[in-house]
């Protein structure tokens, strides 16, 4: 089956510099790949995805970039701001299925 | 719009004594439903999902179970709970091609 790998466990940055996590898979097949936001005490928030037919996908401060080959992608936070502070998740899956598998998560803070 | 509510959002209970939670969504029809686990400062373990009423999968062997008796009514039981069954509960549901939508989680703890 899918398994994920996320790096760094830990994350911490100044604001307004930029943040990236980075995650590995190793089913070849998966082509969806979601990233989430949980804040203390709240479920995950679907933040940004991207399918396998795209290298990059942007939304204002964040990003992901997905390379295939490799079978990695990352998410960017450009000029981090504090509230920017939480876990992120990264999964994969095919298709959406039964199948999405998660990253252990980062945990990110952005000092004032 | 699509939601889902989850309940109760804290919860304290003995060891030994059973458990009950509920998920609910609403704004679709035949969504598939998850129940993960997360304990403190951990990722998400998948617990159960469901692709329709009455059809449960189990990830991993546990002290815990997963009933679907309605199309948007997803619950997690045990009969005697562990200290081990300590941690934050999140439902989730899916449908199509796209990302799960999470709710709020259960913050469980067991003394």
């Known amino acids: 089956g899918e398994n994920v790998e996320q790096h760094p466990s830990t994350l911490s940055v100044q604001e307004g510099d930029s943040a990236v996590i980075k995650c590995t898979y190793s089913d070849s097949a998966s082509n969806y790949f979601p990233w989430y936001k949980q804040e203390l005490g709240k479920g995950p928030q679907l933040i940004i995805d991207i399918r396998s037919n795209v290298g990059e996908k942007k939304d204002q401060r964040i990003a992901v970039t997905l390379n295939k080959t490799a079978k990695h992608f990352s998410l960017h936070i450009t000029e981090t701001q504090p509230e920017d502070s939480a876990v992120y998740f990264c999964a994969a899956s095919i298709n959406n299925n039964n199948d999405m598998r998660f990253g252990a998560g980062t945990r990110l803070t952005v000092k004032p | 719009s699509q939601t889902i509510h989850q309940w109760p959002a804290t919860l304290v209970q003995p060891v030994g004594s059973p458990l009950s939670l509920e998920c609910t969504v609403e704004g679709t029809s035949n969504p598939n439903l998850y129940w993960y686990r997360q304990a403190a400062g951990r990722g998400l373990q998948l617990l159960f999902y469901?692709?329709?009423?009455?059809?449960i999968s189990s990830e991993v062997p546990q002290n815990l179970s997963a009933s679907r008796p309605q199309d948007r009514q997803f619950i997690l039981s045990s009969k005697k709970l562990l200290l081990s069954d300590s941690g934050f509960y999140l439902c989730?549901?899916?449908?199509?091609?796209?990302?799960?939508?999470f709710g709020s989680g259960t913050r469980l703890t067991v003394v």
């Open positions: 469901s692709v329709g009423i009455g059809q």
């Open positions: 989730a549901w899916s449908r199509g091609f796209y990302g799960y939508t």
